[in-house]
């Protein structure tokens, strides 16, 4: 099975349901997900878990995340961005110092409003379904957090800036609450998602050039013989896992790892102390990753987070 990320760049248009099903296509297997749904319309990266990865989609997706944006004053839409239709537009009388101000007010922790058109599930249905049926109901506010925001450019009406927020943060619905401390109104006229979960923007592939780069160095293989292919786009799992210290289990105790067990201090090699509840990457004697554990103080052993073999 082939397993790995991949840092797409999904490009306008597609849907990231798209994207996945292209990717299958592409790498001719079924076990693919993604980390974080974006627009239609926007672009950017898309980290793609194939094969034993997608064990990590949900870790991945619970990570910060940063965009360049631009922020049109003065039109409000259905959709809060520039795909739906106009519901009111207003003259924009506000100085440069006024819009920063107003930016500035939405840093750090905060509740924000889902917007009506969007993939949530409210009693079982989505949103959006909800929304194009004409229904409007009403939606709880969630935590989110806004680390950073920069102005790249200011031409009013428009204004394009970088911000990078935590998981769950609505761009548009950003955008459109700022408007609203304005008094003018605004809405999304475009989204790039330039960082996701360590993925970078210049580092992203777009699907035209992974499917250049099979073809390439699959070397006329048969697709079932691609697990063992050394892809060029296919990033480590323990890549994702860099910042986590990197341990060895000592022979022996190898089975137990591979088992997916709960595994005592005295089995890893260098590990003298035991530190909090600090998750560690865990290796077979052999330097193969295995699989994430995390000390458990009170049982003072490592319990399994995550195991990519079987």
Excluded at 108 to 137: F, H, I, W
Excluded at 165 to 192: H, N, P, W
Excluded at 209 to 221: D, S
Excluded at 239 to 264: A, D, H, I, T
């Amino acid at each position: 099975m082939i397993t790995g990320i991949v840092n797409v760049y999904k490009e306008k248009g597609y849907t990231s349901f798209d994207v996945v099903a292209c990717m299958r296509g592409i790498l001719k297997t079924k076990k693919i997900g993604h980390t974080g749904t974006l627009d239609p319309d926007a672009q950017g990266v898309l980290p793609v878990c194939i094969g034993k990865a997608t064990k990590v989609c949900d870790l991945l997706t619970d990570r910060d995340k940063e965009y360049e944006a631009v922020m049109l004053l003065g039109v409000e839409t259905d959709t809060q961005d520039a795909t739906g239709a106009v519901v009111a537009r207003r003259a924009v009388t506000v100085q440069e110092d006024a819009v920063r101000e107003a930016l500035r007010g939405f840093l750090g922790e905060q509740m924000q409003v889902p917007p009506m058109y969007s993939a949530l599930k409210q009693n079982g249905k989505k949103l959006c379904d909800l929304a194009r049926a004409g229904v409007t109901v009403e939606r709880k506010p969630r935590p989110v957090c806004i680390h950073e925001m920069e102005i790249l450019d200011m031409q009013l009406p428009r204004v394009r800036f970088r911000v990078r927020c935590s998981k769950g943060t609505y761009i548009r619905t950003l955008c459109s609450d700022v408007g609203e401390r304005l008094g003018c109104g605004a809405c999304m006229e475009s989204l790039l998602r330039t960082q996701a979960s360590g993925f970078r923007l210049e580092e992203a592939l777009r699907l035209a050039e992974i499917e250049k780069l099979v073809q390439k160095e699959a070397k006329g293989l048969p697709p079932e013989e691609w697990e063992r292919v050394p892809f060029s786009f296919l990033i480590p799992v323990d890549e994702v896992f860099g910042s986590y210290e990197r341990v060895q289990v000592r022979r022996g105790f190898e089975k137990m790892l591979c088992n997916g067990n709960r595994l005592r201090p005295e089995m890893l090699d260098g590990r003298r102390e035991e530190r909090g509840t600090e998750a560690i990457r865990i290796y077979d004697a052999a330097g193969h990753f295995v699989g994430v554990y995390q000390f458990d103080a009170e049982r003072e052993d490592y319990k399994p987070l995550k195991v990519f073999i079987g």
